[in-house]
Each structure stands twice: as structure tokens, then as C-alpha cells.
């Protein structure tokens, strides 16, 4: 049977594909791309119609009984793509270098006030424990993490990576700087928070690899 690909913002047919009631999605996207060699799989968008969710790749066409000859797809360029776990690890890799920055050549944020005391050890636990938080998060991204879709819009990326990077910079400054201030509790303050946080840790931990 032959199915009419249609542009989904204006209506208009794009191209016409021969299929069989065995063709999956992919295969219809595979035909679509030998027209149009700048697409690829992740980045094509296939609806029955243009309020119904977009058909997975695996979903054969005879599966739609009311697909029949001139059928149509409502198709949607989703632009270019990038991979879940390369976005997860340029936003969780980021922070990490961006407060070891801080940390350990302060002099080229600070300039001649960071000749002053040496770090605290409040700052040194704040820097151990940013860093093992963001290195908890690769481990995840590479080892535990499984992703539902292959690929996300690339201009998520930029948004994603702004949003963290940006934090990353605005807490290190505050915390790594030659005038920061001790907490008001001293101590006691630093141990009740640093133990909420390594029980945070191993519960997180402990749910993500029962549910892996």
C-alpha cells in the first residue's frame, strides 16, 4: 500500500512510501530519509494525528487496522538530535571542573584577596562533597541510567548545561571565597550537615540500583 507523508505545520504532502503490513515505523523513516539524507531516525516524528502522541519505531503498520492505501502521517522534524547520556554528562561533568576552578586556582577569580587565609575546612568538606555528588551523577549516567529515548533536541543541551553551570559558578564563588564566612553553629553545624548528606547519598544510591 502506498502512505502519503504529510507536513504537519502546513498541510502539504512531502512524499509518498510503498509499504507492507510487516513495515515497522523505522522502516517508513528509513524511506524517508533515502529522500531527505539530513534526517535521521531520532530526529523524525510520525502521528496518526496531529493530538496523538508520536508512534514508536518498533509499531508495524498492519497493526492499524485503519491504515489502508492513502493513509497519511502527520510528520515533524524534531531538528537535530544528541544523545541522553552525552547531554547527562556534559551537564554532571561541568560543575565538577568548574568548582575545582574555584577551589584550587582561586587567585584567577579572586585576584590579590586570595592571598589571604587558606581555605577552611568547612570549604574543603563543601568541595568534597560538591565533587562526589556530580561524580555520584556520571557513574550513574554511564552505569545505572536507562534511557526511554535514544536522543533529545541539541538546543536542550545549551538550556540544561546553562542551568547547571551556571549554579555551579555562583555557589562556588560564594563558598570558595577569601572572605567567606564560618557557620554560626561552627563544628557542630558542619557534622549534622555533612551526615544528612552521606545518608542522602547512600539512599539514592541504594534505590537507583534496586531499580536498575
Avoid at 500500500?1 to 512510501?17: A, F, S
Wanted: with cysteine; net charge positive; aromatic share 14%.
Amino acid at each position: 500500500m502506498k502512505i502519503d507523508i504529510v507536513n504537519g505545520k502546513d498541510g502539504k504532502t512531502i512524499l509518498t512510501v510503498d509499504v507492507t503490513s510487516k513495515d515497522t515505523i523505522l522502516d517508513v523513516k528509513k524511506q524517508h530519509i533515502k529522500n531527505k539524507p539530513y534526517l535521521s531516525p531520532s530526529r523524525i516524528s510520525y502521528k496518526l494525528s496531529l493530538k496523538e502522541k508520536a508512534l514508536s519505531d518498533d509499531v508495524s503498520i498492519g497493526s492499524f487496522e485503519q491504515f489502508t492505501d492513502g493513509s497519511i502521517l502527520y510528520f515533524k522534524d524534531l531538528g537535530p538530535q544528541i544523545g541522553w547520556a552525552t547531554v547527562f554528562l556534559a551537564e554532571y561533568t561541568g560543575p565538577i571542573f568548574i568548582y575545582l576552578l574555584f577551589y584550587l586556582r582561586p587567585s584567577l577569580i579572586y585576584g590579590d584577596v586570595a592571598q589571604s587565609p587558606a581555605l577552611s575546612t568547612v570549604q574543603k568538606v563543601a568541595c568534597g562533597c560538591w565533587v562526589g555528588h556530580y561524580v555520584k551523577r556520571v557513574l550513574e549516567t554511564i552505569f545505572v541510567h536507562r534511557f526511554s529515548k535514544a536522543s533529545m533536541p541539541i538546543k536542550n543541551l545549551f538550556k540544561n548545561c546553562t542551568y547547571y553551570w551556571g549554579f555551579a559558578g555562583s555557589i562556588s564563588y560564594f563558598i570558595n571565597h577569601p572572605l567567606y564566612t564560618q557557620p554560626c553553629y561552627g563544628e557542630t553545624q558542619v557534622l549534622v550537615g555533612l551526615s544528612i548528606y552521606l545518608v542522602s547519598l547512600v539512599i539514592s544510591l541504594s534505590f537507583l540500583l534496586s531499580t536498575k
